[in-house]
């Protein structure tokens, strides 16, 4: 409407029908999948899995539980949920529960509604305000979701048996809206007892008080596995009247995970851009997939995908201090930059419970190790440079420092016959992509690196950490 009613008596005229939250959203789901549009904006890997169950418990009117594994959007899809609201909605002017106008359930809207009638003032609330939201903790009480007697309001004089003393929880103040509880089996069990009156009857009840409200709401939540850990567990008859269980997951393919680190991590840095060869994205990828199976992380916790994209900044960043120090104008990632990872993956995958505290570096270490060679098996073969392990079975050592610039480094590596003739076809091959001809010897320093470390990973020459520098060969 051009002109929103102000007033009760302009909204009877203007043809306004109430309808409940979950119609409305129904409607409004309906109107978008008609037009074809993008439901969920910047959520990638879901279109064929977890949108269509998310679509069917919208169309359905049911409440719904997203239940998946850490990082895996669960939050950010439920408050992506209000774009199927509708844009305003009509309340009446001062009710802490969004009562509608029409049809007021507080006792303040109630007696001015009486008081006054279609001079009764009413204000539009947007979409945003009609979501909230609450993380469980083990602290939550009854009187943070539903209400308490608000003591102040009896001293000044208000009887404790009239509603006027009552304050509202953030259940009743999501009436006509969302509201999303976090972390559901953090919430202890005799709270989510509470629930089932909201989630049935669609009611709540205030300490006693006779007055009930029947609530337009519609509940979502989020939790992991109930096998998680010992925290704590979603009671049964609260989940079953939940109607829809989202099953989330993590990134069903190397691609797609890159290509959400890619719009997630944080790489335009000023003064310094930083050129990322697509390999190296592959194996911080890898890196975190391989986590995700590894017998020695506990998969019931789950590796998230912030993992990869702290890994990516991670190595962003050690590519952007290698160009300052040696004063380029850009930097490209090396596999070198790889190990630095460890700082960014600590604390982001938990331990099996016969792993002590201190083998998280080694295995975060090996992961990486493992996923340089799978990037690099995918593409290329150790028999391909039988000249460069011939030289280092010669005896033959080779000293690079990591932050060496480009051409010093290409350098080191120019008594390996034949090696930087290689070096250059693969680079062809391996980074196609690159953005300009100033970036190529850098570019062609990170795949040298990348095929010493998959002849490293396939046991044909020896590689080992001194000083800083990384020493190839006996």
Same mark, same amino acid.
């Given at each position: ?9 302009? /909204? ?26 993008? /439901? ?37 899809? /439920? ?57 469980? &903790? ?23 048996s009239s509603e006027d003393v009552m304050h509202f929880g953030l259940i009743p103040r999501a009436h006509r809206g969302i509201f999303c509880m976090n972390e559901l089996p ?23 008080? &006779? ?102 900044? &991670? ?84 000293? /690079? ?21 290689q070096v250059r076809q693969i680079t062809r091959e391996l980074a196609p992509e690159v953005p300009s001809e100033e970036m190529n010897s850098q570019v062609e320093a990170a ?28």
């Open positions: 409407m051009s002109h929103r009613p102000s007033t009760l008596g302009e /909204l009877k005229e203007s043809g306004y029908q109430p309808v409940s939250v979950k119609t409305e959203m129904r409607r409004n789901l309906i109107h978008r999948l008609k037009d074809r549009e993008e /439901l969920f904006p910047g959520i990638l890997g879901y279109d064929e899995t977890v949108i269509p169950q998310v679509v069917n418990g919208i169309l359905a009117k049911h409440d719904m539980l997203f239940l998946g594994l850490r990082g895996q959007g669960k939050t950010r899809m /439920l408050r992506m949920l209000n774009q199927f609201l509708d844009e305003a909605i009509p309340v009446v002017e001062g009710s802490e529960i969004h009562d509608d106008p029409m049809s007021p359930l507080s006792k303040y809207s109630r007696d001015l509604v009486n008081e006054r009638g279609d001079e009764t003032p009413v204000v539009w609330v947007g979409r945003e305000d009609r979501y909230l939201e609450k993380l469980a &903790t083990p602290d939550v009480t009854i009187a943070d979701l539903i209400g308490e007697v608000d003591l102040i309001k009896h001293a000044e004089g208000r009887h404790l953090d919430l202890s069990p005799k709270i989510q007892v509470g629930l089932f009156n909201v989630l049935e009857e669609r009611d709540i009840q205030i300490r006693g008080f &006779t007055v009930r409200l029947p609530l337009d709401i519609c509940m979502v939540f989020s939790a992991n596995p109930e096998d998680y850990t010992n925290r704590g567990r979603i009671v049964t008859p609260l989940k079953d009247r939940i109607g829809t269980v989202v099953r989330t997951h993590y990134p069903l393919e190397r691609e797609l995970g890159i290509q959400i680190l890619e719009e997630e991590a944080w790489t335009q840095r000023d003064g310094h851009p930083v050129f990322v060869p697509h390999f190296i994205k592959e194996i911080v990828e890898e890196t975190s997939r391989l986590a995700r199976t590894s017998p020695h992380v506990n998969q019931a916790s789950g590796v998230s995908v912030r993992m990869s994209i702290s890994n990516f900044e &991670t190595i962003v960043s050690h590519a952007e201090q290698r160009a300052l120090r040696n004063g380029d104008s850009f930097a490209v990632a090396r596999v070198s930059d790889l190990y630095w990872m460890a700082a960014s993956s600590r604390g982001k995958i938990e331990l099996g419970l016969s792993e002590d505290t201190g083998d998280e570096d080694i295995l975060i270490l090996r992961l990486i190790e493992e996923a340089v060679k799978n990037v690099f098996d995918q593409s290329l073969s150790p028999k391909r440079f039988s000249n460069v392990v011939e030289f280092f079975n010669s005896g033959n050592q080779v000293k /690079l420092d990591p932050d060496l610039d480009a051409e010093q480094f290409l350098n080191e590596l120019g008594q390996v016959r034949g090696f930087h003739d795949v040298a690196e990348l095929i010493l470390d998959g002849l490293y990973a396939h046991n044909r020459l020896n590689r080992r950490l001194n000083f800083g520098q990384f020493v190839y060969g006996d």
